[in-house]
């Protein structure tokens, strides 16, 4: 079993931060990518930020300045920091995970979801 544990979502005002955590646990042998996806009510799910297991990243455009992802190879753990948050940075944030698990290869994993509001 593998588990994907987001934390750190809220309601913060046009101009604020948050920063976004994501643990995974579980018999993991090995992690390559990890990334965060967003989905606001009545739109399609989208890409956020990805980063590999070197450590190369990846943005949307529309993000692109403002938030920055990371991760923490030892602790199996992605981070995404969101600086000069927008009204239309509202969403379900989610994060995911191409893990390589013994016997079952690599799978994708992804978390819960985690709410993220920008109102004043």
């Known amino acids: 079993q593998v588990h994907l544990v987001e934390s750190g979502g809220g309601l913060v005002q046009p101009g604020g931060s948050l920063r976004l955590s994501c643990a995974a646990s579980?018999?993991?042998?090995?992690?390559?990518?990890m990334g965060w996806y967003r989905q606001a009510p009545g739109k399609e799910r989208e890409l956020v930020a990805a980063?590999?297991?070197?450590?190369?990243?990846n943005y949307a455009d529309s993000v692109k300045g403002r938030f920055t992802i990371s991760r923490d190879n030892a602790k199996n753990t992605v981070y995404l920091q969101m600086d000069s948050l927008k009204p239309e940075d509202t969403a379900v944030y989610y994060c995911?995970?191409?893990?390589?698990?013994?016997?079952?290869?690599?799978?994708?994993?992804w978390g819960q979801g985690t709410q993220v509001t920008v109102s004043s």
């Open positions: 995911n995970a191409f893990i390589f698990v013994l016997a079952r290869g690599t799978q994708v994993y």
């Open positions: 980063i590999t297991s070197a450590g190369t990243t």
């Open positions: 579980g018999s993991i042998f090995s992690i390559n990518s």
